[in-house]
């Protein structure tokens, strides 16, 4: 099983600011990495995949980046709704997925 | 348009069993990968188990031989059997949708859960 672990556990940041999430993988997963966002009470939503291409109606704020095993997911210009908790996982060797612990992401 | 709606959670001792449903609309359940993937409450998301296209399976560890999944292609539906059930299963349940057909990759569409409580 490949182990993917994020940092940090809780990021704060204020309305208007970068967040720099990161995403690390035990060993190389080349770029099969997805990131989601997940709201409490709601379904998980993918944000991107490839490591670097936003899914579909995902705004141009988030961008993610890296392969091999470091990975960044970007939020440019944080807004209100951006505030949740993301999860990165790796697709590269399966069974199992391997989603990261998550880093919440909370107004500082 | 695909939405994945579960149902089937509810409050169950130790050592029962349960059965999810994951009723599937605007696509054919049997046409991609399915997954049952599980958050336990303040914790992480976690993958439970798949179902290929061809209707192979895979299961995580921790469910392996009390768990399993399968499909319904008539009413378009995937389900997940779970028994003997643990506290440690206590969770909310989604299923997801992932985009390969031949091989697994990401989900790209997710149910809003269906909460299992395992407790006496």
């Known amino acids: 099983e490949i182990v993917v672990t994020q940092s940090p556990a809780t990021l704060s940041v204020s309305p208007g600011e970068r967040a720099t999430l990161s995403c690390r993988a035990r060993q190389s997963i080349s770029s099969n990495l997805a990131w989601y966002q997940h709201k409490p009470g709601q379904a998980p939503r993918l944000l991107v995949y490839g490591a670097s291409t936003r899914a579909t109606g995902i705004p141009a704020r988030f961008s993610g980046t890296g392969s091999g095993t470091e990975f960044t997911l970007t939020i440019s210009s944080l807004q209100s709704e951006d505030f949740a908790v993301y999860y990165c996982?790796?697709?590269?060797?399966?069974?199992?997925?391997?989603f990261g612990q998550g880093t919440k992401l909370e107004i500082k | 348009e695909v939405q994945l709606v579960e149902s089937g959670g509810g409050l169950v001792q130790p050592g029962g069993s349960l059965r999810l449903s994951c009723a599937a609309s605007?696509?054919?359940?049997?046409?991609?990968?399915m997954s049952w993937v599980r958050q336990a409450p303040g914790k992480g998301l976690e993958w439970v188990s798949i179902?290929?296209?061809?209707?192979?399976?895979h299961y995580a560890d921790s469910v392996k031989d009390r768990f399993t999944i399968s499909r319904d292609s008539s009413k378009n539906t995937l389900y997940l059997q779970m028994n003997s059930l643990r506290a440690e299963d206590t969770a909310v349940y989604y299923c997801?949708?992932?985009?390969?057909?031949?091989?697994?990759?990401?989900?790209?569409?997710w149910g809003q859960g269906t909460v299992v409580t395992v407790s006496s």
């Open positions: 605007g696509f054919i359940v049997s046409s991609n990968c």
């Open positions: 997801a949708r992932d985009v390969g057909a031949s091989f697994p990759a990401y989900f790209d569409y």
């Open positions: 179902i290929y296209t061809a209707g192979s399976t």
């Open positions: 996982q790796q697709y590269n060797n399966w069974p199992p997925y391997s």
